[in-house]
């Protein structure tokens, strides 16, 4: 196994026949996550990337399987803010010193594209990095976005496994979220996607695939977090709590991309009550601290114990800095882009 995980970290290569046994593997995983770690020093420094998260709609037009905010779920009150009240949390992110916001929701078609770049405009004065995450929409929506001046997109393709794509996202094509990551590359974006692990029916194969992927599409940011169950979902009795299974997923996507920006999630720490700062030492080097404000952090409720929901942007700002400071690292005040 040791030989493995050193061929990772010089080559940055594995077969997926190799990564599936280190996913398989129990005894090694200190070694896996210490090289994660040192290949994570070695490319992108002790920096820590802050990007202050607005969750700004919890409405969405989906029907995810897994999903808190799909559209079938009668048990959430439904949000969304104006667009002047989003661009005034942005603000704010920006008084707390956080060099990037990232806008996030469901898929909710009350944002236009006019409404959208209106937003994109006034933020972009504030001389922040803006990331949005708002699903899937076409070519010309995601040029209308870059022009008004976003600079990145997550969109996770959740599993390359298809047949276990569509059975957890009905009536969603895996070809169009193809198109999707395939169309924000080539308008110039730094392309951010993921996946879940641990969903039902998913094999340590298909996770081998996912990571062969991230590097296929030569992503630029993945996000990887534990699939978590929601009692409001048809997912609700299904297994949970692969958090050490995660792990392992985020530190070999280091060896193999070992220049990209990988957040240590939500989820991880909502599994775990320190995840966080054990992602940010396996491999992380960005973390997103919640700036929505009020009861909308309870609401947006995508799976439950998601951490931080009865806390204020500037407590999450303070507790978030100290930690990090606490594992001898620092926070960036760099933009954070994947090259610079
Ligand atoms: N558990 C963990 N992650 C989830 N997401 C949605 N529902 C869950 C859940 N039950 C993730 C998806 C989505 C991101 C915003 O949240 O990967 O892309
Ligand atoms: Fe909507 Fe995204 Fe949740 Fe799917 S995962 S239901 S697209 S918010
Ligand atoms: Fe929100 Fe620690 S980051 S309370």
Redesign the pocket.
């Known amino acids: 196994m040791l030989d493995i995980i050193n061929k990772a970290a010089a080559t940055h290569e594995l077969a997926r026949e190799e990564i599936v046994r280190l996913l398989r593997d129990t005894d090694f995983m200190p070694e896996l996550l210490a090289a994660a770690d040192r290949v994570r020093k070695h490319y992108k420094g002790d920096e820590v990337h802050l990007r202050g998260l607005i969750e700004f709609s919890n409405r969405c037009k989906q029907n ?1 399987l ?4 799909r559209r079938d779920n009668q048990n959430i009150e439904r949000y969304r803010l104006e667009p002047d009240e989003i661009i005034e949390l942005a603000r704010k992110a920006k008084d707390y010193g956080y060099k990037t916001v990232v806008l ?1 929701s469901g898929e909710d078609d009350y944002y236009t594209v006019d409404r959208m770049c209106y937003i994109i405009r006034k933020i972009k004065e504030l001389d922040v990095a803006i990331t949005i ?1 708002a699903g899937e929409k076409n070519q010309a929506e995601y040029r209308a976005y870059k022009e008004a001046g976003a600079d990145r997109y ?3 393709i ?1 599993t390359t496994d298809e047949q276990l794509y569509h059975r957890l996202d009905p009536g969603m094509s895996f070809a169009n979220r193809i198109r999707c990551l395939q169309d924000l590359k080539s308008l110039g974006y730094e392309v951010g996607t ?3 692990v641990g969903l039902p029916g998913q094999t340590v194969e298909s996770l081998a695939e996912d990571i062969l992927f991230f590097k296929q599409i030569d992503a630029d940011m993945i ?1 990887i ?6 009692q409001d ?1 048809p ?1 609700g009795e299904a297994r ?1 709590g692969a958090f050490e299974l995660s792990l392992k997923v985020m530190a070999i996507t280091r060896l193999l991309l070992p220049d990209i920006n990988i957040p240590a ?1 939500t ?1 991880m720490e ?1 599994l775990h009550p320190n995840g966080r700062m054990i992602a940010l030492q396996s491999g992380a080097n960005v973390v997103m601290p919640n700036v929505t404000e009020g009861e909308y952090r309870r609401l947006y409720a ?3 114990g998601k951490i931080c929901i009865n806390d204020t942007p500037g407590h999450c700002r303070a507790c978030i800095t100290g930690k990090i400071q606490a594992i001898g690292r620092k926070v960036s005040g760099s933009y954070g882009f994947r090259h610079n």
């Open positions: 995810c897994y999903c808190g905010l996030q995450s997550l969109l996770r959740e993921g996946c879940m996000g977090g534990p699939f978590i169950p929601n979902t997912l949970g999630t989820a909502s995508l799976y439950p």
